[in-house]
């Protein structure tokens, strides 16, 4: 079986609104790529939005993606916030007294930048030493 595909949020959320309208995949499809077809049913189940999400992913490069997910399933890409919680919680699980020294907190501090793509200088940035 073919590996589910990482769509990010917004389209993930456009899927599911159009599933949860009643379309089915094919018609998703259709909408996408003909949607004058479809535009008193899009506007009428306020699908207008939604529709442009699946259209713009398509349109720059993730045809293959979108119609993958569509046929294999998907998952929701993690935010940024949403991948420093989940690191956040895994070191919740140990003890202040399992770090051996002040490195770690410094090697967490700029894990958690660098997950949420901010540079500090002097924590992350090119004039500080590790």
């Known amino acids: 079986m073919a590996e589910k595909v990482v769509l990010p949020k917004e389209v993930a959320e456009a899927l599911k609104d159009f599933i949860d ?8 499809v ?8 479809y535009t008193r049913i899009i506007q009428k189940d306020g699908l207008h939005d939604q529709s442009r999400t699946l259209k713009t992913y398509m349109v720059n490069g993730h ?16 935010s940024p916030e949403d991948k420093l919680r989940q690191r956040y ?13 002040v490195s770690h907190i410094r090697y967490g501090i700029e894990e958690a ?5 901010i540079t500090i200088e002097g924590i992350n940035g090119n004039s500080h030493a590790k």
């Open 63 to 78: 045809s293959e993606e979108l119609l993958s997910a569509l046929v294999n399933g998907y998952e929701v890409e993690q």
């Open 21 to 28: 309208a009643g379309f089915s995949k094919w018609q998703i």
């Open 30 to 37: 259709n909408v996408v790529d003909e949607p004058g077809d």
């Open 89 to 101: 919680e895994e070191l919740g699980k140990a003890s202040v007294h399992d770090l051996d020294d």
């Open 113 to 117: 930048l660098d997950i949420l793509g």
